[in-house]
């Protein structure tokens, strides 16, 4: 998933590749992993995404195909809920902050996660 995150993928594919039921998958991905592989995989897209929003070269639409999303208002929606802001918002702001960094680094203080906390692209 991490690697082919712009791929469709659905859970019974996923699962006849782990060789298991749809069910048996989803749950014991959800214990390993603390969230659905639907929420895992959109995570990562919505990761990549920003990525490419920082960058500033993409349009939101382009940024949303190019991640693996068929639809702009479900990427939009699964976004702003994710990163607390739209995908629009968020490209138009500077990332200054980011320059020099390290991706690594980078990636870490970027992971869009569930709860909002304060991160240094917050100015925070």
Do not use: N
Request: proline share 6%; charged share 30%.
């Amino acid at each position: 998933m991490d690697r082919e995150y712009a791929r469709p993928l659905d859970v019974a594919q996923l699962a006849r590749v782990a060789l298991m039921s749809p069910g048996h998958f989803s749950r014991s991905f959800r214990q390993a992993f603390g969230e659905t592989p639907y929420g895992y995989l959109m995570t990562r897209r919505i990761e990549r995404a920003k990525t490419l929003l920082r960058r500033g070269d993409l349009s939101v639409t382009e940024v949303c195909f190019e991640v693996g999303c068929s639809s702009l208002g479900s990427f939009s929606s699964r976004f702003t809920e994710l990163v607390g802001e739209s995908p629009s918002a968020y490209r138009a702001r500077e990332h200054e902050w980011a320059e020099g960094l390290p991706a690594c680094y980078v990636k870490i203080f970027t992971r869009p996660v569930r709860e909002r906390r304060a991160r240094p692209e917050d100015g925070k």
